[in-house]
């Protein structure tokens, strides 16, 4: 079973997101070019990790803001995982995974756990069931959702065997949280990906390195930094190779 997977790690401009869709299809067609058929963004991308002007950006799935990336995974038969704010039932505003799929729906992922700095804004969401890549089958988690072992456990469950993550991690914090990632894909036997960002975003300087997970917790490849970069990982049959692209 070949796939492509590719974790975007991308700067993001507060509250601009005309601009920061401009950016994301800047990375969809690099990724495109090199035949990714997953990629993924850091959490809330399409706005920053910007937890004070959220409210007064959330966006609509369905917007024709949205149209650019669209029709690039339509084009490519690529899907492409973007982070916003969203609402929900009730009005509750959740911390959502935008997911533009090849036959040009959008579908949405809302975060589950709530990190406690987050939850005077965001409330949790429902999440969602995995859903099919190529031949994998794929579940998203949004940043603390994987602080939590029982998310990704659900996700083996269900079928995941690519568990993606979108993040804004910083530097303090990630040798933690990438050792719990490493760990699910070892124990329930998935690859999993890891989106964080690049650049300054709500106050905080994240660590960058995002990184890819084989499905024998092996690490495939990971960027070495914190610069803007596409990071891949590609399985043909069984055997996984890795590449980072800078941008």
């Known amino acids: 079973m070949d796939l492509t997977i590719a974790a975007a790690q991308s700067a993001s401009i507060p509250g601009n997101v005309p601009r920061n869709v401009s950016h994301h299809f800047r990375f969809a067609e690099i990724a495109a070019d090199r035949g990714v058929q997953l990629l993924v963004f850091p959490e809330l991308s399409l706005i920053g990790y910007e937890l004070d002007i959220a409210s007064s950006n959330i966006v609509r799935p369905e917007s024709s803001d949205f149209d650019p990336l669209r029709e690039l995974a339509a084009q490519a038969d690529m899907t492409v995982v ?25 579908a949405v992922y809302t975060k589950e756990h709530v990190h406690e700095s987050e939850a005077g804004v965001f409330a949790p969401g429902p ?20 602080t939590h ?17 979108g993040v804004m991690i910083t530097a303090d914090a990630y040798a933690r949280k990438a050792g719990l990632l490493q760990n699910y894909a070892q124990h329930h ?3 999993v990906l890891m989106a964080n960002y ?18 024998d917790g092996r690490l495939l490849v990971a960027s070495t ?23």
């Open 82 to 106: 973007a982070g916003a704010p969203v609402l929900g039932d009730g009005g509750r505003l959740h911390i959502a995974s935008l997911i533009f799929r090849p036959d040009r729906t959008v």
């Open 189 to 191: 036997r998935m690859a």
């Open 127 to 146: 999440g969602a069931m995995p859903f099919p890549v190529n031949d994998a089958s794929v579940a998203l988690a949004i940043c603390a959702d994987a």
């Open 149 to 165: 072992p029982q998310h990704a456990a659900k996700a083996a469950t269900a079928g995941a065997n690519v568990y993606a993550v």
């Open 225 to 247: 930094g914190a610069g803007e970069e596409l990071i891949i990982g590609r399985r043909r049959r069984t055997r996984w190779e890795g590449a980072v692209v800078p941008l």
């Open 198 to 215: 690049s650049g300054v975003t709500g106050g905080c300087v994240p660590a960058g390195r995002s990184s890819i997970w084989s499905e």
